[in-house]
């Protein structure tokens, strides 16, 4: 009985994110069979690393789920939504609080909570306020400058940093490696979620 009810509980949580993860990528535009496509290749190639480069024991790999997919997404959007100009600020925006809400640890750059829900909260007001003359392009440029900004401000401006932290072993650092829960792909999520509460719908 015990088994089932956690079973129970389980699925019960996993349709309540997918219903949150669709949502926000409906709200970037996408046709529902896309954001479903969406959801569930993050989902499934979240568990796929594919390294980067090797310095002094260190492995720096991507995750295809957590953090590839996100930024091909941030791209598209970028030029499909002929926001490049304000992704790019608002990147800049964000990759600075990203920055300075994470440290590097002996397993990589991490943020502790409430600190790295700043950067998805800073995404969203500066779209708002970008795109206070086309409020259709608000969650695209949120969801561009939450995934890109924290992709350079936590992963990139660390690098450095993490590279040359001393470590016995081979260890891996994969960026977006927790997949969906990491924070290269909850930044953009939380932010797009954030303009649809607060600025709405037309």
Same mark, same amino acid.
């Given at each position: 009985?015990?088994?089932?009810?956690?079973?129970?509980?389980?699925?019960?949580?996993?349709?309540?994110?997918?219903?949150?993860?669709?949502?926000?990528?409906?709200?970037?535009?996408?046709?529902?069979?896309?954001? $479903?496509?969406? =959801?569930?290749?993050?989902? #499934?190639? &979240?568990? @796929?690393?594919?390294?980067?480069?090797? !310095? /002094?024991?260190?492995?720096?790999?991507?995750?295809?789920?957590?953090?590839?997919?996100?930024?091909?997404?941030?791209?598209?959007?970028?030029? $499909?939504?002929? =926001?490049?100009?304000?992704? #790019?600020? &608002?990147? @800049?925006?964000?990759?600075?609080?990203? !920055? /300075?809400?994470?440290?590097?640890?002996?397993?990589?750059?991490?943020?502790?909570?409430?600190?790295?829900?700043?950067?998805?909260?800073?995404? $969203?007001?500066?779209?708002?306020?970008?795109? #206070?003359?086309?409020?259709?392009?608000?969650?695209?440029?949120? !969801?561009?400058?939450?995934?890109?900004?924290?992709?350079?401000?936590?992963?990139?401006?660390?690098?450095?940093?993490?590279?040359?932290?001393?470590?016995?072993?081979?260890?891996?650092?994969?960026?977006?490696?927790?997949?969906?829960?990491?924070?290269?792909?909850?930044?953009?999520?939380?932010?797009?979620?954030?303009?649809?509460?607060?600025?709405?719908?037309?």
């Amino acid at each position: 009985m015990f088994s089932l009810l956690t079973l129970l509980i389980f699925a019960l949580l996993f349709y309540l994110l997918y219903i949150i993860l669709l949502s926000a990528f409906e709200e970037v535009g996408f046709k529902k069979w896309e954001a $479903s496509l969406i =959801v569930f290749s993050c989902i #499934i190639f &979240g568990k @796929i690393d594919l390294p980067l480069l090797e !310095y /002094n024991k260190w492995i720096i790999a991507i995750n295809v789920g957590g953090a590839l997919i996100p930024i091909i997404i941030s791209i598209y959007l970028i030029f $499909s939504r002929k =926001v490049a100009g304000r992704s #790019i600020l &608002g990147m @800049i925006i964000v990759a600075y609080f990203a !920055y /300075n809400v994470t440290m590097v640890t002996g397993e990589g750059v991490v943020a502790i909570f409430p600190y790295w829900l700043i950067p998805p909260v800073v995404a $969203s007001f500066y779209s708002i306020v970008a795109s #206070i003359k086309s409020k259709k392009k608000a969650a695209s440029i949120a !969801y561009a400058s939450g995934t890109m900004g924290v992709l350079i401000g936590a992963d990139l401006l660390h690098l450095k940093e993490l590279l040359h932290m001393g470590v016995r072993k081979i260890t891996v650092a994969s960026i977006g490696g927790a997949s969906i829960l990491d924070m290269v792909f909850l930044t953009g999520i939380i932010a797009v979620l954030m303009d649809a509460l607060l600025y709405g719908k037309d």
